[in-house]
C-alpha cells in the first residue's frame, strides 16, 4: 500500500501563486508515474500535470505553462507549484501514484477568489 499526503491548499488571490506538496510513504519502491488531479463539484477528476520516475512531464491543456509539476525521488515528494492562479483553478486536488495500482491522497481545496 502507498499513502499519500497533500498539504498547500487554502485561500488565493487572483494572480497569485501556491506550491502544493505530497509526501508518499507505504511501499514507495512500486511508485513509477505520479500526477496531480483536480474535481469540480459534480464532474470527474481531470489530469493537471503528471511525472515519471525519470522526470518525464505531461499538462493538461489549462494549465500548460503555469504550473511546474516536480518530483523527489529521494524525499518521496511530488511537488505542483501553481502560478498565476485564475478563478477556474479553484478545486479539489488531489495527489496520484501508479504502481500496482492507482493510489489517491484525501484531497486538498484550493480556492481563488479575492
Known amino acids: 500500500q502507498v499513502q499519500l499526503v497533500e498539504s498547500g491548499g487554502g485561500l488565493v488571490q487572483p494572480g497569485g501563486s501556491r506550491r502544493l506538496s505530497c509526501a508518499a510513504s507505504?511501499?514507495?519502491?512500486?511508485?513509477?508515474?505520479m500526477g496531480w488531479y483536480r474535481q469540480y463539484p459534480g464532474e470527474v477528476r481531470e489530469l493537471v500535470a503528471g511525472?515519471?520516475?525519470?522526470?518525464?512531464?505531461n499538462y493538461g491543456d489549462s494549465v500548460q505553462g503555469r504550473f511546474p509539476i516536480s518530483r523527489d525521488n529521494t524525499n518521496n515528494a511530488l511537488y505542483l507549484k501553481m502560478n498565476n492562479l485564475k478563478p477556474e483553478d479553484g478545486a479539489v486536488y488531489y495527489c496520484n501514484a501508479v504502481g500496482r495500482q492507482h493510489y489517491w491522497g484525501q484531497g486538498i481545496q484550493v480556492t481563488v477568489s479575492s
Open positions: 507505504g511501499s514507495i519502491y512500486a511508485i513509477t508515474d
Open positions: 511525472i515519471t520516475k525519470s522526470g518525464f512531464t
